[in-house]
């Protein structure tokens, strides 16, 4: 089981970096509480299979048609740490200053569903909020249909 769950933008979560195989994932995480595969094979060209981690609060999309491998993360994981701080303790100006100050500067945000989005496009990840509260963290990378990272 996963006891490594620090978050590192373009590289992977914890053990379980972006590129590795489903099987593989599997192996050290277990079987998930609940999957889907979410196939846009016509909008995209790809497709993406959901794995949920509910002792873990975490789920991880796996993207490929030849070889599917780990090519997002969603968390809410109170233990998440990001930078050396716990990602779910940060409001939205905290996490803001944490990524500008590890260098990344591509701000987006954006009000959704009742939740308010921080992207940091550069890395791929987004944080979301209700009201200054962070409810989860997701971040990936982009992968071509043979399961190689973009």
């Given at each position: 089981?996963?006891?490594?769950?620090?978050i590192?933008?373009?590289i992977?979560?914890?053990?379980?970096p972006?590129?590795?195989?489903?099987?593989?994932?599997?192996?050290?995480?277990?079987?998930?509480?609940?999957?889907?595969?979410?196939?846009d094979?016509?909008?995209?060209?790809?497709?993406?299979?959901?794995?949920?981690?509910?002792d873990?609060?975490?789920?991880?999309?796996?993207?490929?048609?030849?070889?599917?491998?780990?090519?997002?993360?969603?968390?809410?994981?109170?233990?998440?740490v990001?930078?050396?701080?716990?990602?779910?303790?940060?409001?939205?100006?905290?996490?803001?200053?944490?990524?500008?100050?590890?260098?990344?500067?591509?701000?987006?945000?954006?009000?959704?569903?009742?939740?308010?989005?921080?992207?940091f496009?550069?890395?791929?990840?987004?944080?979301?909020?209700?009201?200054?509260?962070?409810?989860?963290?997701?971040w990936?990378?982009?992968?071509?249909?043979?399961?190689?990272i973009?």
């Open positions: 089981m996963m006891k490594n769950f620090v590192e933008p373009l992977g979560f914890g053990e379980i972006f590129g590795m195989p489903m099987d593989d994932a599997v192996k050290l995480l277990g079987s998930p509480n609940f999957y889907e595969e979410v196939s094979m016509e909008e995209t060209g790809n497709r993406s299979i959901f794995y949920e981690y509910d873990i609060a975490t789920n991880i999309y796996f993207e490929g048609i030849t070889k599917s491998v780990a090519a997002c993360f969603e968390t809410e994981n109170e233990d998440a990001l930078y050396g701080t716990k990602v779910m303790d940060l409001n939205r100006a905290q996490a803001i200053e944490l990524m500008r100050e590890n260098g990344f500067k591509e701000l987006e945000e954006e009000d959704e569903d009742g939740e308010h989005r921080v992207s496009e550069d890395a791929m990840i987004d944080f979301f909020f209700v009201g200054d509260e962070m409810t989860a963290v997701s990936g990378v982009l992968v071509d249909e043979q399961g190689n973009i």
